[in-house]
């Protein structure tokens, strides 16, 4: 089992930068996808962005592409998102998830949540206007 442990978030103002980090308890497959979502009140969770562990495809929900970036530190078994000029809008809880993969995928099969086996906790981001 996959423990997945965010922390990062915080109160800001719009225009603000936060970055979020998602680590990993261990390294059972050496191949995967970290993604990830977020979820606002009353509303469903969405996708927000995801990465290949090997080789560092990425893949970004359009309403954060060019805000947005994920990386990944594979010595330090964590995955980081980036979130730049923040707005109102991207208030939200932030989940991490990953799935063990090592063949092929598209946007559409990342940016779904039933892909992934294991979620984080989530971390709260709060931007005031």
């Known amino acids: 089992q996959v423990q997945l442990v965010e922390s990062g978030g915080g109160l800001v103002q719009a225009g603000d930068s936060l970055r979020l980090s998602c680590t990993a308890s261990?390294?059972?497959?050496?191949?995967?996808?970290m993604g990830w979502f977020r979820q606002a009140p009353g509303k469903e969770r969405e996708f927000v962005a995801a990465?290949?562990?090997?080789?560092?495809?990425?893949y970004y929900a359009d309403s954060v592409k060019g805000r947005f970036t994920i990386s990944r530190d594979d010595a330090k078994n964590t995955a980081y998102l980036q979130m730049n000029s923040l707005k109102p809008e991207d208030t939200a809880v932030y989940y991490c998830?990953?799935?063990?993969?090592?063949?092929?995928?598209?946007?559409?099969?990342?940016?779904?949540?039933?892909?992934?086996?294991?979620w984080g906790q989530g971390t709260q981001v709060t931007v005031s206007s």
């Open positions: 998830a990953r799935k063990n993969w090592a063949g092929s995928i598209s946007y559409v099969d990342v940016s779904r949540r039933a892909f992934y086996d294991y």
């Open positions: 261990r390294r059972t497959f050496s191949t995967y996808i």
């Open positions: 990465i290949r562990w090997s080789g560092g495809s990425t």
